[in-house]
């Protein structure tokens, strides 16, 4: 494995990089705003989960092909993109249902949360140009353990160090809207505010450069 002060060093920087507010905890935020905080909890294990598919590819250079193929990097983000927007638009559209309906619901919308972000993980190619990125920093050729193991077992710990982030923000996102749960008015707030969170990162992905 590479040397302790390299860890360190890695250790840190992820630290750093994971608490940083970014798309994820956002996403996170809006999904616990309008389903509740076990659907948050669910979207974060789902976006941990999908962020193995890009540990993975980085350790094979899969990820690569988003820098050699250009068409193939903007064709990923602009479907990632739109279907951010349309997970937003359909939270917009939810008719609401009463006081219970969060108790009610809260089974379904959190599998169809953890659906929903896997797809939205995967979809998203800056993610595997960040491991690919990141990653080769605190990779010792010359150690005794493969790259690829280096690669699989450092992205495993910088998956797992966000998304503790991810369900920082969720838990205290939840704590907000448990407050306001027992409002219908407050519900379909917390909904529309959870769409234009989410409609917002489709737009803010479809326009970035890079």
Not at 61 to 68: I, T
Not at 82 to 91: C, D, N, Q, T
Not at 147 to 155: P, S
């Amino acid at each position: 494995m590479p040397s302790t002060e390299l860890l360190v060093a890695f250790f840190a920087t992820t630290a750093i990089f994971a608490y940083i507010p970014g798309p994820a905890m956002l996403y996170a935020a809006a999904q616990t705003m309008a389903r509740g905080r076990w659907s948050g909890l669910m979207a974060a294990l789902g976006i941990h989960l999908g962020g193995y598919v890009h540990v993975f590819a980085a350790a094979v250079g899969l990820s690569v092909l988003f820098h050699a193929v250009p068409v193939l990097y903007m064709a990923v983000k602009l479907v990632g993109a739109l279907y951010l927007i349309w997970l937003g638009v359909s939270l917009f559209r939810a008719k609401a249902q009463g006081d219970a309906v969060l108790p009610g619901i809260q089974p379904k919308s959190a599998r169809r949360a953890f659906f929903e972000s896997v797809a939205v993980e995967v979809l998203n190619p800056k993610t595997a140009i960040f491991f690919m990125a990141f990653l080769p920093q605190f990779i010792d050729a010359s150690a005794g353990f493969p790259v690829w193991l280096q690669f699989v077992v450092l992205g495993t710990i910088v998956n797992l160090m966000f998304s503790s982030a991810d369900i920082v923000c969720v838990m205290l996102a939840g704590a907000v809207t448990a407050r306001l749960r027992r409002s219908s008015r407050a519900q379909r707030l917390m909904r529309r505010a959870g769409g234009a969170v989410l409609v917002g990162l489709g737009v803010h992905v479809a326009l970035q450069k890079s």
